[in-house]
Each structure stands twice: as structure tokens, then as C-alpha cells.
């Protein structure tokens, strides 16, 4: 199987040019320097405004050129170009540019790797950029950056016109790789972990070395000044001035591009993509939970060490006990000292004689000592004393993982989809042991996984999927284990402390990223994966559906990591992504209750990310688009968002520090949330900022997960024959663009573009302060900018680089640039007129390119068969369920957000309306933007007798302005395909409304 790459995503697209435009404005340029063969002399160096110059000293034999990133803009123009980013993306403005570093934000799942990689051929392609350092903190993430890079190769080269790239694993044996770094003209992509730079004294980046003709390696990269790339900073740094963050600084980068979803150090925000966005536009699964909770199993003294605590000299630890309550005996957390009488503490008898020992607070050895009759025990963090048989729940726990493996493949497997489950065991020896003579031996997990396979296979619910299947065979070929592997061949505990640990993960890791491809394919019979913690991160396999924790995740904060190896998107076995949650769903099966689960996982993202639930933002709303003057679509601001902030808190809606009251949540519910007259306009771009967030990450019940039958009433009924047969057919399309149309737009829209300022040069005065403390300097009154005229300024190749962003043709530019009168700006400055004409004709052509969209039906035999409601199965949750309807196809409505509730229960209490459908995921309609599937489709009757047919869009806003241009583009294009297939008595109308009375309206209007 070869995966896929969709090039045109638009959050990835985004990121992207949010990292691309900074550098707006930034000539194509390099800097060229000497590289020696032999051990030169001492070299004078001078760098400034990202210009390296070497003075190649007497006596040398041999020397190359060396290429280099150069950098031409000023610090103002990159701040401006920041600001620009920030606001554009609803995020905190930076005040200053405090240093070089920008942070991109993006979940678990949603193409981190592919964003950085594909910013790499884009920052070539626009700026001439051709050195970049990939920072990883693991040999996991090492390995997968490299997996990627390869298979990603015939995709760039693709996109980018063949352009030639080298990449390479950082070996400090293999030095002569870094010399060719620094020498080569092609793009140079060097992956380096941070154990391999971060050790002055011992790494080999920071000695001479023959290799590199004497030099020391790390001297050749700062020469190239290198775009220097940090996957996972959080891992990196060791802090704000820790010996990675040191490390980095030490490259001598142009700048350095951080990339993560759980940013420490936020430094400069120039792209966040957090786990609520994720989730809300449905970029990963969706997440469920399977709650594996012990009840009333209170007879024996339980106890379990959950925390321990020095707080000036006194000592305490947290420890669950069953204790007896009002309510009954419930297990709670008390804090208890050095010889506590838990009997006491618990207010039960049969805790008789248990007492606190010592306790030990000491990071890494934390233990409780715990004194009952006949003997003592240590518990460590997470331990239990008298708690039920942990194989007993663990056995239980894999079944559960067996049977919703299968009940997933038995509805996945006929699109394509192969299933994998992966299970986190606490030692390596639980699955596997050896003898011995040094065979390998089953452990209890593998032998109770192969007991409860063959059990469950024999099930008569799963006999289609083990027909002709040897089960003795099937249970020991589905199964196997992924753990660091030891010199001898042998599995061990994985770690990375040390050489020899590191040795023995990237063992394994090989071994995993070479067949992650091949685990996707049918052919290969293993399915289910068992792993200690070589999977905890730089693994990620789109078609992870289940997630089982056999070990104790809640003292750990790892509820993110671990399902972040199962959030990707499913692909199918041509490597296509699979979209929609009606097939993208990841079950977690868990020891804690699913409310819990939820609880604890969102208080993970708030202190991983930032993003703090229920908290207003002061510059919240500064992203929202609001129709300038001259009819340009430009971003609210800064201070309007501040004034709306204000206006909230002074209505009682938010406190002091933006924590949502009550009094916002029933506004928003009803509607009648008040805004000052100047913002009345973006109202439902608005309330949807504030409904985002005043809510709460939704974690769906796996126990709550219910099949939605069809009503056979409804469904074998004429009146949704007659419905369907208007909706049901398949349309073609073609675009008809215009052209004097376009070329009239582009020129429009090009005279009305934003000026080209000069490029200029700053000055400013400090004074410099030497002292004990160090060197320090401030800035004084001096500062001036001065205009530069360029005279001998090489012109780029104008027509070429817009027909390569905009794919027009030349003679189509040279139109727009003579219609539009500003060719004197090219002159001015080349780099930033060329991007300002291919961003004006390319939202022109976006434009163009629905309004010349024509659909076509295809032939009689294209359609979709009514009896796909009845072959495709639809599943929902209790809690997003409109239960036992009586006109919807479906005996239950599963809706997706609250105005689809409010709509079908509208439909239920209308007698207009006899009998409607939620369309399901597998009903689309082709666009040039992606498939669509529109919300519903209606029957409804007038003055009990005429008929009407709508198919409804649902948006809790018909303002333009309040909708995205994707959005807005998609609708159009199902008014045209529903258009082509209007012929007919009564054909079906396309509507888009708010509410069940836009519809009514609507049918007044066709009776009349």
C-alpha cells in the first residue's frame, strides 16, 4: 500500500502560509562562504543582519563555497508581518519581537510532520531558503520524521517541480554529511535529535573533525544559518534556558519554527490549531470512552497511594480508602501522616489495625509504608493493597477490546478499512517471558487475549467475519508485541536513559515505522499490538480504532499522549482518508468512569495548551471578518474585540477575568444575547465564538453508543418514494470560467489592493552599559527609518513566478498587470507586488471559480438506491439523540449540533410536515472544493394537499459575512446540482435556513 497525501487541506494550507508570511516582503537571496579542507587557521568572522562573511586567511590548499540562508528584512517588517499573521488568526498579539522563535500549534493527529515538511519546499520556493535543522527529542520521532520524509518524497517533487532535496539522519560517525550540508546548493534537511547536540563536552557536533576539513561541525551550521525546526519543543528546550534551548541558539538559525500540540513556551503564536478546533471540525476521530469501573467490591481493606507531600517539613500522603458515608460505603481520597489509624480514617471495622508507616517523598522513589497484621507493604504511586484480582479486570478489559475490534471490522471492512487495536501493558514480561534456555514464553496478557479471542470469534454475531477461519491458528497470527529488542534478539523494558537503551528502542523502532504501511493492508493478519512504551510517541497509525489501558494512566498525565495514537483518520486500502465520525471513532477502554475521563483529559489540554475552558479572551473576537468601506473582507481588530470584551462584562455575562456566567449560556440558548449596535451585523459569527467557548470537550459514552434501526412505515412509504426519487441522482460537473470576467475582477481587485512600500532602513541608538552583571544595552531617542532607493535591484522573472502561483496563463497576467496600472510598484518591490498579485487573483479565481460551476445528471443509472438506508447502519449517542420521533426515516434523529435538534423537533410538532430524513454521511455531492453532504431532506404538505420537496442546509446564520468562503462556496454548488435535477413535477428546492419557519416561509412563497 502506498498512502496518500491530500496537498490541499485547508487548516494545513493555513499553517503554512502562516509560517511563509512572516518572511513577506523577504527577497530571494543566499550567502555564500568558505568552507576549508584542512585545519585553518583562526578565522575573523563577522555576522549581521544574517550575513556571514569568512575571511579565508593565507596558506589554505583547498576550499568550497559554502551556501547559506540570508535574511534582508528588518525586525519592523518582520514584527509587522506578525501582527498581520496574529490578527488574521484570532491570536494574542505579540507586543515586541522578543527573539526569533515562532510557535505553531497543532493537535495530535492533524499533520504536524507534513505542515513543517511541506513549509520547507514552500519557504524554498517563495524566499530561496535551502538550510533547515529538524530538532526531535526522541529516537521515535526521528524515526518517523525520516519514515515521512520518504514517503512523502514523489509527493513534494510533485508539487514542487522536481525540485531536488537531500535528507539525512544526523550520525556522529557520518561527518562528511554535514560538510555537504553546508555546501550544497540543494535544499538540505538535517534530522538531529536533541541527545545529540545538547552535551558540549561530549557530542561530537562540537569537536574538530577531519571529516568536515578540520572544522568543527557545529561552526559549518552556523555558517548556513539554518531554519532550524523543533518537533515537540516541550521535550527539547530542558526550559527557557536549558541545554536544548542552548543548543538550538547555538546553530546560529535565521529563525527557529516550533512545532507541537503542548506548547511550554508559547514565544510567538503565529498558528494555533488546538484540540477543541480539532475535534469540532472533525480532523480526528471522535473519542469514546468504555468505563471499566470496580463496584461494591468493599470487603476487603482497600488502600491505594495516590500522592505524597512535603510542604515545609510536614509530611503527608493522599491515599484512597472505602469509607463508610451516609450515602453508604464510598472509595474517597483522605490525607493521612506517619501513624495514622486508617480504622478511623475509613470509620470501618474491617480496617482494624491498618496503619501509615513512613512515607517517602523523594522524586522518583516515592513510596508509603503500609503496617497491617502479620505484615507491611510498600506502595509506590498508582499501587493498591487489597484491591480485587487485577487479572480479573484486565481479562475483562481485552474481551471488551475483542468485541468492539470486531463489531468495528465487521462494519469497516467491507469499505476497505482494516481495523487495529493497541494495547498499554505496564511490563514487558506480562506479555512475554523467557525460559531458561532463552525461548520465548507466553505471558498472562497473551495467553488471556488468545482464550478470549477464540471465545468471543465463536460468537454468533461474529460468524461472517471467522468463516473458514482456524481459530487455534487465527489467535496466536493476530496478536504480537512491539518493545525495545535487546542485542540478543530478546524484548525488553523500553527506555532511552542511556546508549544501550537508545540502541534497543531504535530496534524496535525500525522494526515499526518499516511496517507501519503493511500494517494497513488485509494481507497482514496481525491486528491487535501490544506495547510498553515504545508507542507513547512519533507512532501514529491512522486505522487505530481501540485503545486499551492495561496499566493505571491516573497519576500519569498521559490520557493525551495515549489516545493521541489513535486520532489520525482512518485510511482505506487504495491509502485514501476516510472522513466523517460515522466511521472515524476511537474507543478508549479505561479504569476510570467515563465522566471522569472527560474531566481529567480536559484538564490536561488546559494545562498542556493554554486553552482555558469557559474563559472569554479579550482578543477572542479580533479575528472575526467584517466588510470594510471599499468592500474588502478585513479582520475586526484588537480593540473592537476589547470593546465587545467590555460590553460583555458590563452586561453581567463574563467576570473580571472573562469566566462565562450563566446569563451568557441562557442568552446564547435563547437567543436574545444583546450586542451594541455596531456589531450587530456579525452577530452569528459572534454567538458562535461564545457558544465555542462556554462549552465543554465532548467524550462520548462507548456504553451510550446505540444502532438507529429504519422505520419501515416511513421508509417503504410513496411519499418518501416521491421524495427520494427527486433527490436521489448523481450529477457531473464542469467549471465555465469567464475569462474577461476574471481578468475585469483581478484588475478591480488589484487597484483596490493595499499599497507597496519601499524596502528601509532602520536606525536606532543604544547605550552599552558594562558592568559586573554582564554587557547591557539600551535603546535611546535616535531611532529613525530612512527609505532606500534600490536602484540595482535585479528584477525576478515576474510572469513566471505568478503563472506558478496562480496557474493562469501569461497572456491572462500580462492583462490584469497592464489593466491594473501598477507596474511601477514591481519596481519599487519586487517580492512583495508579486505576492500581493497572486494572493488578489487567486481569491478572485476562488470566486470564479463557483459562479461559472454547471452541474449535469448523469445517466438513469446513477443514483442512490433507497436501500442504502437499510444496508448502511447508522449508530449514534443517547446523549445526541432525538428519541423516538415518529416522521424522521430514522425511529431516532442523531444530531450534531443544537440547531439541528432545535430543527428536528420543529419538524416533529409542524403538521406541514409529513415525513423528512437526516441525510446520512453517505449522501454527497461532488464540488471542486471536496464532497458535500447537505442536512435534510423534506416532505411537506399545504392546505392538505399540495406537495412540496426541500432539501435544507442548516446554518445558525444566513449572513455571507458570518460563514467561511469554503462554506459559502459548498452551499452554492448544491444549489446547482439540486437545480440540475430539477425537472419535473414538483421538483425538490434547495434551501438554506435557521430554522423549520425559513422552510415555511419558503413554501408560502413557491404556493404563491
Known sequence: MKLHFEPNLDYQLQAIDAVCDLFRGQEVCRTEFTVTMQAPAPIETDISRGVFQARALENLNVTDLGVGNRLTLLDDELHKNLADIQLRGGLPPSSTLASGDFTVEMETGTGKTYVYLRSVFELNKRYGFSKFVIVVPSVA????????????????????????????????????????????????IMVVTVGAINKKDVNNLYKDSEKTGGEKPIDLIKATRPIVIVDEPQSVDGGLTGAGKTALDAMNPLCTLRYSATHVDKHHMVFRLDAVDAYERRLVKQIEVASATVEDAHNKPFVRLVSVANRRGTITARVELDVETRSGVKRQEVTVSDGDDLEQSAKRAIYADFRVGEINTAKGEEFLELRYPGGEAYLALGQAHGDVDALAVQREMIRRTIKEHLDKEKRLRPLGIKVLSLFFIDAVDRYRQYDTEGNPVKGDYARIFE????????????????????????????????????????????????????????????????????????????????????????????????????????????????????????????????????????????????????????????????????????????????????????????????????????????????????????????????????????????????????????????????????????????????????????????????????????????????????????WRKADIAIGKAGVK?????????????????????????????????????????????????????????????????????????????????????????????????????????????????????????????????????????????????????????????????????????????????????????????????KIACGEAHFQALATGESPAQYVVARSVDDVLAKAHGAAI
Open 141 to 188: 520521532i526521528k524515526e518517523g520524521v525520516y519514515k515521512t520524509l520518504q514517503i512523502t518524497e514523489d509527493h513534494f517533487k510533485g508539487l514542487y517541480a522536481g525540485v531536488p532535496f537531500d535528507y539525512f539522519l544526523y550520525d556522529s560517525a557520518k561527518l562528511g554529511q554535514v560538510r555537504n550540508f553546508a555546501t550544497s546548493s540543494n535544499i538540505q
Open 451 to 762: 482464550e478470549e479471542y477464540r471465545r468471543v470469534a465463536k460468537l454468533p454475531a461474529y460468524q461472517s467475519l471467522f468463516a473458514e477461519v482456524d481459530l487455534n491458528h487465527a489467535a496466536e497470527e493476530v496478536h504480537n508485541g512491539y518493545f525495545s529488542i535487546d542485542k540478543k534478539g530478546g524484548w525488553t523494558d523500553t527506555s532511552e536513559s542511556n546508549a544501550g537503551s537508545r540502541e534497543n528502542a531504535e530496534r524496535a523502532y525500525n522494526l515499526i515505522m518499516k511496517e507501519k504501511e503493511k500494517l494497513l493492508g488485509f494481507e497482514t493478519p496481525l491486528k491487535f499490538i501490544f506495547s510498553h512504551s515504545a508507542l507513547k510517541e512519533g507512532w501514529d497509525n491512522p486505522n487505530v480504532f481501540q485503545i486499551c489501558t492495561l496499566r493505571d494512566i491516573q497519576t500519569e498525565r498521559e490520557r493525551r499522549q495515549t489516545i493521541g495514537r489513535g486520532l489520525r483518520l482512518c485510511v482505506n486500502q487504495h491509502g485514501e482518508r476516510v472522513r466523517g465520525f460515522e466511521v472515524n471513532t476511537l474507543t478508549v477502554i479505561a479504569t476510570e468512569n467515563y465522566e471522569q475521563f472527560a474531566e481529567n483529559l480536559q484538564k490536561e489540554i488546559e494545562a498542556d495548551t493554554g486553552v482555558r475552558f469557559g474563559i472569554v479572551e479579550q482578543h477572542q473576537f479580533a479575528a472575526i471578518a467584517v466588510t470594510a468601506p471599499d468592500g474588502r473582507t478585513v479582520p475586526l481588530g484588537v480593540d473592537q474585540s476589547k470593546a465587545l470584551w467590555e460590553h460583555l462584562k458590563a452586561a453581567g455575562h463574563i467576570d473580571a477575568k472573562g469566566k462565562v456566567q450563566g446569563s451568557l449560556k441562557t442568552a446564547l440558548k435563547d437567543g436574545t444575547l444583546a450586542l451594541p449596535v455596531g456589531f450587530e451585523a456579525q452577530r452569528g459569527q459572534i454567538a458562535e465564538v461564545l457558544r465555542k467557548v462556554s462549552g465543554r470537550l465532548e467524550i462520548k459514552n462507548a456504553d451510550e453508543r446505540k444502532p438507529v434501526p429504519v422505520r419501515k412505515a416511513i421508509y417503504l412509504s410513496a411519499g418518501f418514494k416521491a421524495l427520494w426519487d427527486r433527490i436521489k441522482h448523481q450529477t457531473t460537473y464542469r467549471v465555465q470560467f469567464d475569462n474577461a470576467k476574471l481578468v475585469s475582477d483581478c484588475i478591480a481587485a488589484l487597484q483596490k489592493a493595499p499599497a507597496i512600500a519601499k524596502a528601509r532602513l532602520q
Open 777 to 969: 544595552a539600551t535603546e535611546k531617542a535616535g531611532a529613525a527609518t530612512v527609505v532606500l532607493d534600490e536602484s540595482d535591484i535585479e528584477l525576478p522573472d515576474l510572469l513566471t513566478d505568478l503563472q506558478d502561483r496562480t496557474q493562469l496563463t501569461r497572456r491572462t497576467i500580462i492583462s490584469i498587470l497592464t489593466g491594473s496600472g501598477r507596474l511601477d510598484d514591481f519596481k519599487r518591490n519586487p517580492q512583495q507586488f508579486i505576492e500581493l498579485a497572486a494572493e488578489t487573483i487567486n481569491r478572485c479565481k476562488r470566486l470564479a471559480l463557483v459562479d461559472g460551476i454547471k452541474y449535469r445528471k448523469l445517466g438513469d443509472g446513477h443514483f442512490y438506491a433507497q436501500e442504502l438506508f437499510d444496508q448502511e447502519e447508522l449508530t449514534g449517542y443517547l446523549k445526541n439523540m432525538l428519541m423516538d420521533t415518529t416522521k424522521s426515516i430514522y425511529e431516532h434523529v442523531v444530531y450534531d449540533s443544537t440547531t439541528e435538534r432545535d430543527v428536528a423537533d420543529a419538524l416533529e410538532k409542524n403538521n406541514a410536515i409529513k415525513l423528512y430524513a437526516k441525510l446520512p454521511g453517505w449522501f454527497k455531492v461532488p464540488t471542486p472544493l471536496g464532497s458535500y453532504n447537505p442536512d435534510w431532506a423534506i416532505l411537506m404538505e399545504q392546505d392538505g394537499a399540495q406537495r412540496l420537496y426541500f432539501v435544507v442546509e442548516t446554518k445558525s446564520s444566513l449572513f455571507t459575512d458570518d460563514l467561511r468562503d469554503k462554506e459559502i462556496a
